[in-house]
């Protein structure tokens, strides 16, 4: 595992910050886990796995502490899948809570056994309203469409999975993909923050010292190909006369093509949608994809329009929506450090270890560990040590998403659902159990169920809010809450 530091007040790292909007005096302590990843089908393996990491380990085995981190705890903990990585991350205004965050996550990234039921709830529950979530949508369903109609062997696989396909990924091929995958050679840890101590984090995560995913090259050396005459022609499905036209683009030109793609739009007839899909194949590009029912005049007016692209250099190297502030500290070091991510090898047999060379083994013995045994039972283990730092005070910010619903309440209408989003406004007295109540696995038995995506306790202006998104429960959900405010009292 490669290790890297930047300490917060550097020169150069507060230069990077420059073009971002975040202040960047205020001092933050930040971690990075990349470990590459690579998509090799539509199964969302890779996915399943991230959510997996936060279900519990063998020294964290409740399956909430990432709900209690992120609403009680001065600190923000995450991690998203992509391009043919997953970043793991925290972000915390604590020096005192990054060695146990960063333990934290460590824990989760080793733990190989989990019992078949928590992948049952976290698959078929949690992960399936996720994915049903967006499938639900109109704009979605175009993409996936042209995603998964395109045969040519230069297509990419969306890392997410489908709801379809999620659904057949078993324990074993979990245990092997990460065997295989999560090995600390193809790990490296970023660091930022004032006089963090290196050593403590070694020994934090002590495993073998080797290169890592992230090698070192002249930053201006990367050879961007536009592979702009790549073009492919697929049948949107076997009933429309539409065609999906698809154009793939190195990442490297992304900028520039989501900048194009306004006066592609106005050149193209009406009935013509074209758009980015952003995640990357294995040689690093993205896809522009045309629906249209003229092919042969639409092509040449896209292609034409394709012309003005240009390459920015690596320091614009693709890493999709992150958290702005982790997102910074990978951009430096692929910036300022002129580190290149080097794309994954693809999955071939004979690449798969034997189980005894296997890191998460070493970890951990073979044998099957019962954890999350009574999980609906259990208050949060990481914050018992830390409990001078668990506040309402560091509940987050409500999710957009429910903003248009929170204005509709009031003490007099309390309970909102819309679809199968809800939302509950947080009377006074109840707020002071709340603390106390959010320890408790009991309050997220609906997320650990895998009843709904997400569900969390959040402000927006001045007042306290419950939330649930994609909740398949959501017609008893008003029953669950009366229940769960006697139990707080
Ligand atoms: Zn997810």
Redesign the pocket.
């Known amino acids: 595992m490669k290790r890297l530091y930047v300490d917060a007040d550097a020169e150069d790292f507060r230069e990077a910050n420059a073009e971002g909007q975040l202040d960047d005096h205020e001092q933050c302590y930040a971690a990075v886990f990349a470990i590459k990843t690579p998509i090799n089908d539509h199964s969302g393996l890779a996915?399943l796995v991230e959510?997996m990491v936060f279900r519990g380990s063998k020294k964290y085995p409740c399956s909430h502490e990432l709900f209690v981190i992120n609403h009680l705890l001065p600190a923000n903990i995450n991690a998203s899948t992509q391009n043919g990585y997953t970043f793991y991350f925290f972000k915390t205004t604590e020096i005192s809570l990054f060695y146990p965050l960063l333990d934290y996550l460590v824990q989760g990234i080793v733990q190989i056994n989990y019992r078949e039921s928590e992948l049952i709830l976290e698959r078929d529950g949690v992960?399936h309203q996720?994915l049903q979530m967006y499938e639900a949508m109109e704009e979605y369903q175009l993409y996936a469409s042209a995603l998964r109609g395109d045969e040519s062997p230069e297509n990419n696989y969306h890392y997410g999975g489908f709801t379809d396909t999620m659904s057949k990924n078993t324990l074993q091929q979990l245990r092997q993909y990460k065997t295989r995958y999560y090995q600390p050679d193809d790990m490296t840890l970023l660091c930022s923050g004032r006089g963090i101590d290196m050593r403590r984090v070694e020994q934090c995560t002590n495993v073998s010292i080797n290169e890592s995913q992230i090698s070192l090259h002249d930053k201006h050396v990367r050879q961007s190909k536009s592979g702009l005459e790549t073009k492919f022609e697929t049948k949107r499905n076997a009933t429309s006369p539409e065609v999906v036209i698809t154009w793939r683009v190195h990442c490297t030109y992304l900028t520039s093509l989501e900048n194009t793609l306004n006066l592609i739009q106005k050149h193209l007839p009406k009935d013509n949608r074209i758009f980015i899909d952003p995640e990357t194949n294995n040689a690093d590009e993205v896809a522009l994809r045309l629906v249209t029912l003229n092919p042969e005049q639409s092509k040449e007016i896209v292609t034409d329009c394709l012309q003005t692209l240009y390459s920015d250099d690596v320091s614009t190297y693709n890493i999709g929506k992150l958290d702005p502030q982790i997102k910074r500290l990978i951009s430096y070091f692929i910036k300022v450090k002129g580190l290149t991510p080097v794309r994954p090898e693809k999955l071939t047999k004979t690449a798969m270890p034997l189980a005894s060379e296997s890191f998460l083994n070493r970890i951990e013995p073979s044998e099957i560990v019962p954890f999350n045994c009574t999980p609906l039972l259990m208050q949060s283990s990481f914050c018992s040590s830390l409990s001078k730092y668990v506040s309402v005070e560091n509940l987050p910010i409500l999710p957009k998403l429910f903003h248009s619903l929170a204005t509709r309440l009031s003490s007099e209408k309390c309970f909102i659902a819309e679809g199968a989003h809800w939302l509950y406004l947080i009377q006074e007295e109840e707020l002071l159990q709340t603390a106390n109540t959010l320890l408790a696995a009991e309050f997220w038995s609906p997320r650990l169920r895998g009843e709904l995506y997400a569900m969390g306790v959040s402000l927006l202006d001045g007042r306290y809010f419950l939330y649930g998104a994609q909740d398949k429960m959501v017609n008893s959900r008003e029953e669950w809450l009366f229940r769960i405010r006697q139990s707080a009292r």
Do not use: D, K, V
């Open positions: 996915h959510h992960l996720e």
